[in-house]
Structure formats: structure tokens, C-alpha cells
């Protein structure tokens, strides 16, 4: 009876621990991209973005993180520094909290950005450098 009882909480340890894909949780909320001067992103990302786009001032992103156990919250951040180019380059970085989850699950979250300060910037059109891993046009409307 204690052997049964033993790999029972061992199967049961064994599966709360395995990864598991979680629901995409679409985004409810509008977040608001700050913009920083000299911004250098991490080398290290929690996340992999798995689509972007622009939507008139929107940023939509779609990532996946390990977690499961804890909200994350993310933040973007626009470097206010352009590189020469024709459109011009600006990097943005999606910076995360992960409240120091310990699970391992794929979480699928849509991120949704308003990047409409982007226009303070007096560009028409410009080059959205994200994480150095993905880049978008963004026209001014």
C-alpha cells in the first residue's frame, strides 16, 4: 500500500512539473510604450516573440514564455535615439517581470502596444528595430 501510495505522488510531482502549453490569453489592455534615452536592452530574453505588427499606432505582439505560476508583466521601452537610415531606425525592447515564476508551462500571450508617441518624433515613416530580432515599418497616421 505505501508503494502505491509513493508512485502515485511520484506520477502526480512528474506531471505538475512536465511543460504544458497554456491558452493564448489575449490582451484585454492597451499598454503605454515609455520612451528612454540611451536605452540598452538585455542580452538575455525570457520570451520569444513569435509574430509582431503595426496597426495604425498599435504594436500587436504575439510571445511565448515559460511561466504559468505568476503573472509576468512586460513593458516596451523606445530607445529616443534614431540611427541614419532611409526610413530612420529606432529600437524598442520588450522588457519582462516574471515575479520569479518557477514554472516551466509555454505561455502564449498577445501584447498589445499604443506607440502613437512615436509620432512626437517628427518622422514620417520609420524602422521599428525590435530586440534587434525583428523589424517593422511604422507609418505615421
Known amino acids: 500500500m505505501r508503494n502505491i501510495f509513493i508512485i502515485i505522488s511520484l506520477m502526480l ?3 505538475s512539473c512536465s511543460p504544458k502549453l497554456k491558452g493564448t490569453h489575449k490582451s484585454k489592455d492597451i499598454l503605454k510604450m515609455e520612451v528612454l534615452g540611451y536605452y540598452q536592452g538585455s542580452k538575455m530574453l ?17 510571445i511565448v514564455y515559460e511561466g504559468g505560476c505568476q503573472p509576468h508583466t512586460f513593458r516596451l521601452i523606445a530607445d529616443s535615439t534614431f540611427k541614419e537610415g532611409n526610413p530612420p531606425i529606432t529600437n524598442l525592447f520588450l522588457v ?3 515575479n520569479n515564476d518557477k514554472c516551466h508551462d509555454k505561455v502564449k500571450k498577445e501584447l498589445i502596444f499604443d506607440i502613437s508617441r512615436l509620432q512626437n518624433f517628427k518622422h514620417e515613416k520609420m524602422i521599428l528595430n525590435i530586440d534587434n530580432l525583428n523589424t517593422l515599418l511604422y507609418e505615421r497616421k
Open 46 to 62: 525570457g520570451y520569444l516573440v513569435e509574430s509582431a505588427k503595426v496597426e495604425n499606432n498599435y504594436l500587436i505582439m504575439n
Open 96 to 98: 519582462q517581470d516574471s
Open 13 to 15: 510531482l512528474a506531471w
